[in-house]
């Protein structure tokens, strides 16, 4: 699809753009000519002294292009280069800049004009070749600021409503993900209901199954649990596991009952148990234990997870594996600036250790 004239680019800056602002110049100079001519009575009067020394700005090309191409590095340093600059910094920067194109200009233009013969304004006179031009950059420094305040606004804009939509999506999003615990929540009990009396275990592990989802759901609304709550989920957890694993694995958890009621961020721990026994026990036929310890440490609470697993060579990679690892590291150091730290368990295994 062909981009239209006023949409495209050369060298970085708009062509509409550049355009407007051409037609800024020689609007500016039709207006200065038509003042002129008003100002003379619509004719030139040959003989008049008082507009003699203005005769040469009949013809006011040579100023104003002149002006344009003082103009063009002054926009290119406050508007490409500096443009991270705060408005007070740019103000102050065009207290350097304003005498600089005045005076830049003014020599510039004597120059031309006496080396092809073509007079300008002397004496006090020339007072206006600087009184003039210091208007004319107020004014159109004025104009661009202006224009460029408003296509900064119009892009916040459009990125806050983008935001607003992205938000709102994530929000969806979220009641989706409640929904589907809740669901399963109530199946469970279902199924858990429908199964004959004579098959208790199979009912005990469904509502332990189902006392899961409850979890993860109460999860998904609240920024923090007490810390008996999280280890009653993780002790339900590890029971379904044993019944996978029988003998082969063993339980051992090692918390101070004086810190039980301590608040942690639901979820914590699981990730870390279940990473243990799928990576570093499942594998072995003689299976291995898991240990999982808090202690109080001045104003932190430490958590220690070890297991007797195969261990871990690159600690590092262990984290692309999965999203349970991963995410956890991610709210540590987000929510407490806390690193989730792996080590070698003697006389084997891996060991995740970190503080809140």
């Not at 104003?64 to 280069?81: G, R």
């Not at 007079?119 to 210091?134: E, F, K, N, S």
């Not at 004319?136 to 607003?164: A, D, T």
């Not at 029971?239 to 301590?262: M, N």
Request: proline share 3%.
């Amino acid at each position: 699809m062909k981009t239209p004239f006023f949409k495209r680019r050369l060298f970085g800056i708009n062509l509409g753009e550049l355009t407007i602002f051409a037609g800024f110049y020689l609007s500016m100079a039709m207006f200065y000519h038509a003042t002129l001519w008003y100002n003379r009575g619509g004719f030139k009067h040959d003989d008049d002294i008082l507009f003699e020394p203005l005769s040469f700005m009949d013809d006011s090309g040579l100023d104003y292009i002149l002006k344009f191409l003082l103009t063009i590095p002054i926009w290119w340093l406050l508007f490409k280069k500096l443009k991270h600059w705060s408005t007070r910094n740019l103000l102050l920067l065009h207290i350097i800049l304003l005498p600089v194109f005045v005076l830049v200009w003014q020599q510039s233009y004597y120059w031309i004009c006496d080396s092809i013969d073509f007079g300008h304004l002397t004496g006090r006179g020339a007072v206006w070749d600087i009184y003039i031009p210091a208007l004319f950059y107020i004014l159109q420094f004025g104009i661009l600021h202006s224009y460029n305040y408003h296509k900064e606004n119009q892009k916040k804009l459009i990125v806050e409503g983008e935001l607003r939509t992205a938000a709102l999506k994530s929000e969806l999003s979220a009641l989706k993900a409640q929904l589907n615990p809740h669901f399963l929540y109530n199946i469970f009990n279902t199924i858990s209901a429908s199964v004959p009396s004579e098959n208790e275990k199979t009912r005990h592990l469904i509502a332990e199954l189902s006392d899961l989802f409850r979890y993860q759901l109460k999860a998904s609304q609240v920024e923090n649990v007490p810390l008996h709550e999280e280890l009653d989920f993780v002790n339900k957890y590890l029971a379904l596991e044993k019944e996978r694993f029988q003998e082969r694995l063993e339980i051992y958890i090692d918390v101070d009952d004086s810190i039980l009621d301590e608040m942690i961020p639901p979820m914590l721990l699981q990730p870390l148990v279940e990473n243990s026994i799928r990576h570093g026990l499942s594998s072995l036929i003689e299976g291995g234990s898991i240990t999982i310890s808090v202690k109080k440490k001045g104003e932190h609470l430490a958590f220690e997870i070890s297991d007797t697993g195969i261990g871990v060579e690159n600690k590092q990679s262990i984290f692309g594996k999965g999203i349970g690892l991963t995410n956890t590291r991610l709210r540590l150091e987000k929510r407490y600036n806390s690193a989730l730290k792996l080590s070698d368990n003697r006389p084997q295994g891996l060991k995740i250790s970190f503080e809140i």
